[in-house]
């Protein structure tokens, strides 16, 4: 980690004939979208799995980003990080992206206007306390799960 040792960032890394071969990972701080950008070039068609959790877009959840889009603004956020996404995948690669049921109509309708099969919704049953685990839930959680 050279973010400790400034001043000599450049001769560590200089040790190194191809540094991205001798490293079996990347980090990047970055805005989820930026880091995408970066990613790409390196990963398109290489990736078997993208797994995210996105923001839900609802204001109960305590979180500290922006969370309380407008429907059209947050699919318009999904939409530009998905089809970066599943620019990455390999021929045989799959997409999973967590949601609730306050936006899942919507980016089940998004992931329907890609070229990504569907292989189906993982639903289940929160047991939020609003109802102290009785009776019919009100809240669920889902992965929509696209594979080709």
Not at 47 to 60: A, E, F, G, L, R
Request: net charge negative; with cysteine; proline share 3%.
């Amino acid at each position: 980690d050279t973010r400790h040792f400034h001043d000599m960032e450049g001769d560590l890394t200089a040790l190194f004939d191809h540094l991205d071969d001798a490293l079996d990972g990347w980090l990047v701080k970055s805005d989820n979208y930026q880091a995408l950008l970066t990613l790409l070039p390196k990963y398109q068609g290489r990736v078997d799995c993208v797994h995210i959790d996105p923001p839900y877009n609802t204001d109960t959840t305590g979180f500290l980003y922006a969370n309380t889009y407008q429907h059209a603004s947050w699919l318009t956020m999904m939409e530009n990080r998905v089809s970066i996404s599943l620019g990455m995948l390999s021929r045989e690669g799959s997409f999973l992206c967590h949601i609730d049921e306050n936006e899942q109509e919507r980016l089940h309708l998004l992931f329907e206007q890609s070229s990504i099969p569907n292989a189906g919704t993982i639903v289940w049953d929160k047991r939020n306390p609003m109802n102290a685990g009785r009776g019919i839930a009100t809240q669920h959680e889902y992965i929509i799960w696209r594979s080709k």
